[in-house]
């Protein structure tokens, strides 16, 4: 090596120079280079990134599933149970069906309401072919209520007309009413499997905190 000052050429290590006695110690490493700064402003998570759900991936409607079938059954016979006599009435030995939309023409200011379960109905096959499973439950809810509505509204109805000519005997549930039933228990049956069956999301592992 040689000297910094005049030059000369000294040992390697030497602690000064023999010609002008300059003197310098060995060679000093260079600085580390600076670490991170902690930023203590962020989120709770120790320098982990923020959690984000991933996005749930859109899929078609399969119609194997066991709650898509259920609930599509239930959806269609909602419409077969409307176009079924609701209501049987029966009086000296006879048996008359009432239907609902028969409601309409035959009760003096009634409504039997029986357009409900068509919107029901069409929102409940809608919902299963975009999977809102959200959306299907509360269809699922208001179609029980609707069947519970209007079984004692209608009763209601023919008890005011018929007055003092007839009772409660003589007024009974008829096939459209069963097949409402087992379409809402379809319903309500392909709610839960969904809610039970719905993915729950993974939150990642909470790292350790760095020591300083």
């Not at 859109?58 to 609701?86: E, S, W």
């Not at 208001?142 to 069947?147: G, I, L, N, Q, T």
């Not at 007309?161 to 009413?177: L, T």
């Amino acid at each position: 090596m040689f000297c910094p000052k005049c030059g000369n050429t000294i040992q390697d290590g030497a602690a000064f120079c023999p010609a002008c006695g300059a003197k310098f110690g060995p060679s000093q490493p260079p600085p580390p280079a600076p670490g991170p700064v902690p930023n203590y402003n962020q989120a709770p998570g120790y320098g982990a990134p923020a959690y984000r759900p991933a996005p749930k991936p859109f899929t078609l409607f399969d119609i194997r599933k066991i709650d898509n079938a259920l609930g599509m059954i239930g959806a269609i016979l909602l419409f077969v149970g409307v176009a079924l006599p609701f209501i049987r009435v029966e009086f000296w030995g006879e048996k008359l069906g009432i239907t609902m939309q028969y409601i309409d023409s035959y009760a003096d200011d009634a409504n039997s309401y029986y357009w409900i379960f068509f919107i029901i109905g069409a929102a409940a096959i809608l919902l299963l072919l975009i999977n809102n499973d959200i959306g299907f439950a509360i269809a699922s809810g208001v179609s029980a209520a609707a069947v519970i509505f209007e079984k004692l509204h209608i009763g209601n109805i023919m008890d005011e007309q018929m007055g003092d000519y007839g009772s409660d005997d003589m007024i009974k549930s008829d096939i459209g009413f069963y097949i409402l039933i087992i379409a809402v228990a379809l319903l309500v049956i392909a709610a839960v499997i969904k809610f039970v069956n719905k993915p729950r999301p993974q939150m990642p592992p909470m790292q350790q905190p760095p020591m300083y």
